[in-house]
């Protein structure tokens, strides 16, 4: 199905009017988020932005695959939903001519379980799971190393991959799934590293729920590579609609947002 065809099918339409835009601009944005948090954030900075004159459809999408895509195909204006060695990764692979334009939320990963309380009950030849796609797999596995389940080769990188597994004193079976599917999955594994926007949906806290997660607080959120960016078009990045939206997504109204909305669960990067 063309890209057109598929955001027709699942965009969901709100109004973003930023203060800095022109006056009497007439332009419609469509920006693409994941579900959950990103999609919440959006919408506040909807209300925010209201009656300033520049519009935005807001098209949630479930899928990581799909929003670079879409923007690099012009089907979308702007992105908010990964990190930069994810983004990184999209480009060297499929070429994208698409850039980061300003820092967003950070979303600690989490390992969670329904099976267990506690790392230390993890059966010896558990199930694991870690997101399929090699940046968001490889954060997973750095984070089953820093929970000492796993150590990786030479202590790891953002491009480690299950056969850089040197040490598994429990036997831990890697398995890679859709990163979307793996708090859907809980049920059929010992245990899963999940990504913050995907356990938010799913009712699942870092700071409540997890087993073991990434370290938060705002310093994490500053200094972490994978706090999460704003994307555009390679050629629209200097843009005045593109400095706008940043202007308005890194204001003190949507920074005090994040901060009483998540309670402590997100972190604003900015």
Do not use: C
Request: glycine share 8%.
């Amino acid at each position: 199905m063309p890209f057109r065809s598929l955001l027709a099918l699942i965009a969901v339409t709100a109004t973003l009017l930023i203060a800095t835009a022109p006056a009497g601009a007439d332009q419609t944005l469509k920006i693409g988020v994941t579900p959950g948090p990103h999609e919440a954030i959006i919408d506040e900075v909807a209300r925010l932005g209201a009656k300033r004159g520049l519009s935005i459809t807001v098209v949630p999408i479930s899928d990581y695959a799909v929003p670079n895509a879409a923007l690099d195909a012009g089907d979308l204006d702007a992105n908010s939903f990964q990190n930069p060695p994810f983004l990184d990764q999209q480009i060297s692979d499929r070429h994208f001519k698409i850039s980061a334009v300003g820092k967003t939320i950070f979303l600690p990963m989490g390992i969670y379980s329904k099976k267990i309380k506690t790392l230390a009950a993890l059966r010896d030849g558990a199930i694991v799971a870690i997101p399929n796609d090699p940046t968001n797999g490889a954060r997973g596995l750095l984070l089953l190393q820093s929970a000492k389940l796993i150590a990786l080769k030479d202590g790891g990188t953002r491009l480690s991959s299950p056969a850089d597994i040197v040490g598994n004193p429990k036997h831990i079976q890697i398995r890679e799934l859709n990163a979307a599917q793996t708090p859907r999955s809980l049920d059929d594994l010992d245990a899963a590293a999940i990504n913050g926007n995907y356990a938010a949906t799913a009712g699942l806290a870092p700071n409540r729920d997890a087993l073991f997660a990434e370290g938060g607080g705002v310093g994490e959120a500053l200094r972490s590579v994978y706090s999460n960016v704003i994307a555009v078009r390679t050629a629209d990045k200097d843009k005045p609609w593109v400095h706008a939206l940043v202007a308005l997504y890194h204001s003190t109204e949507i920074r005090g947002f994040i901060i009483r909305h998540f309670n402590g669960t997100i972190y604003p990067a900015f």
